[in-house]
Nanobody, 124 residues
Framework: QVQLVESGGGLVQAGGSLRLSCAAS????????VGWFRQAPGKDREFIGH????????FYSDFVKGRFTISRDNAKNMVYLQMNSLKPEDTAVYYC?????????????????WGQGTQVTVSS
């Protein structure tokens, strides 16, 4: 079993940056791919991107458009989401989740363990 804890959220002005962290427990963390999702008020949870077991492959949603970057450090059981050029529409609760699949189609059902989320608010 894997437990995930997100951190690094907060209030930032439009155009600013944040780096979210996802800390994982469990010795088998390096055998999981990890995805990032977000959920804005009143909207469905949305896929952001996915990093494979060893970090060698990345998959992103089109709306990321080079603004967000996912990375991982398996020695530290950590995954990161670097977000630049933030916009007010990026305001949401951000989640990390693990998957046993190598790649991702962005479906929530493909992810088995989820963190509790961290709030990101971007002011205009």
């Amino acid at each position: 079993q894997v437990q995930l804890v997100e951190s690094g959220g907060g209030l930032v002005q439009a155009g600013g940056s944040l780096r979210l962290s996802c800390a994982a427990s469990g010795r088998t963390f390096s055998s999981y791919s990890v995805g990032w999702f977000r959920q804005a008020p009143g909207k469905d949870r949305e896929f952001i991107g996915h990093i494979t077991y060893g970090g060698g492959s990345l998959f992103y949603s089109d709306f990321v458009k080079g603004r967000f970057t996912i990375s991982r450090d398996n020695a530290k059981n950590m995954v990161y989401l670097q977000m630049n050029s933030l916009k007010p529409e990026d305001t949401a609760v951000y989640y990390c989740a693990t998957s046993t699949s190598y790649s991702s189609r962005g479906y929530e059902r493909d992810y088995n363990y989820w963190g509790q989320g961290t709030q990101v608010t971007v002011s205009s």
